[in-house]
């Protein structure tokens, strides 16, 4: 990992496309920075990207039991007919 010192309206350059600015240091530590990248550049805040991951993770595991228990749930109340579409009504 890089380690840089910045001061407040310093940037710094990634590849040709990408530069970071310090925009503002405020008096609790908290960095404000500018991001300038290519709109096909995905730019996420770490903590988006652990969740979003999460969330895949457990989209593709959870359904598994609860699929099963649907088909045993199913299986458990025998063949079924479909329901044929009502007709409509005529208008007086």
């Known amino acids: 990992m890089l380690v840089l010192s910045r001061k407040e309206g310093e940037s710094l350059i990634i ?3 990408i530069s970071i600015t310090i925009l503002s240091i405020e008096a609790g ?3 404000n920075i500018g991001v300038c990248a290519p709109k096909e550049v995905l730019v996420l805040r770490s903590e988006l990207q652990k969740a979003a991951t999460v969330n895949q993770d457990a989209a593709g595991t959870a359904p598994a039991p609860l699929v099963a228990e ?3 749930a199913l299986s458990e109340c025998g063949p079924t007919q479909p329901v044929p579409p ?3 009504t005529p208008e007086p």
């Open 86 to 88: 009502s007709e409509p």
């Open 29 to 31: 530590g908290q960095v």
């Open 70 to 72: 649907l088909e045993s």
């Open 15 to 17: 590849g040709d496309q």
